[in-house]
T-cell receptor, first 112, second 111 residues
Framework: EAGVTQSPTHLIKTRGQQATLRCSPI?????VYWYQQALGLGLQFLLW???????NRGNFPPRFSGRQFPNYSSELNVNALELEDSALYLC???????????FGPGTRLTVL | QKEVEQDPGPLSVPEGAIVSLNCTYS??????FMWYRQYSRKGPELLMY????GNKEDGRFTAQVDKSSKYISLFIRDSQPSDSATYLC???????????FGKGTRLSVIA
């Protein structure tokens, strides 16, 4: 069974640009979560999508947004990039009900 | 106070040692508790998943939850160099909600 996949692996942008990160959940999983893992800060919850709807968002500004497609894959968009947005962005999925979230390998975003 | 607290280490032990990793949490509503292992530059991998208080064993790994003291532990027996990684504890109160993570403890097992 294929795990959660994310693309691209690495992304380098400059301040003020926009970044788009993509995630494909495990087949049969309907919920997708996005987390930011910045150095020294641990994993911080960003966004949760289920059945195409945004269910919850963490304490991040509105320039962090996303969506979930009918096939349950998801996209995270970060507008007006700032230096402190440099981090590993992780996507996780789980089937409806259980709490076991399975993570992808992440996208490392570097903002110069 | 952060909802889940975890000593970041680093923790260095000789091969074969018993490792004890710990977290505390503040939210009494938390019911599900997980341990993830994260190798350098990789995504977290789910190791153990427990519901409410008690112990759960899987091979060399034992997860323990004490809800009365809001304490979560992971024990690794006969530790191996391949266990060298960052270990993250996480908690959540109900199904399909975001996990709350500790900051992770970096473990090195020296051969």
């Amino acid at each position: 069974e294929a795990g959660v996949t994310q693309s691209p692996t690495h992304l380098i942008k400059t301040r003020g640009q926009q970044a788009t990160l993509r995630c494909s959940p495990i087949s049969g999983h309907t919920s997708v979560y996005w987390y930011q893992q910045a150095l020294g800060l641990g994993l911080q919850f960003l966004l949760w999508y289920d059945e195409g709807e945004e269910r919850n968002r963490g304490n991040f500004p509105p320039r962090f947004s996303g969506r979930q497609f009918p096939n349950y894959s998801s996209e995270l968009n970060v507008n007006a990039l700032e230096l402190e947005d440099s981090a590993l962005y992780l996507c996780a999925s789980n089937p409806r009900g259980p709490n076991e979230q399975f993570f992808g390998p992440g996208t490392r975003l570097t903002v110069l | 106070q952060k909802e889940v607290e975890q000593d970041p280490g680093p923790l260095s032990v000789p091969e074969g040692a018993i490792v004890s990793l710990n977290c505390t949490y503040s939210n009494s509503a938390f019911q599900y508790f997980m341990w993830y292992r994260q190798y350098s530059r990789k995504g977290p991998e789910l190791l153990m998943y427990t519901y409410s208080s008690g112990n759960k064993e899987d091979g060399r790994f034992t997860a323990q939850v004490d809800k009365s003291s809001k304490y979560i532990s992971l024990f690794i027996r006969d530790s191996q160099p391949s266990d060298s990684a960052t270990y993250l504890c996480a908690s959540v109160n109900s199904g399909n909600t975001p996990l709350v993570f500790g900051k992770g403890t970096r473990l090195s097992v020296i051969a």
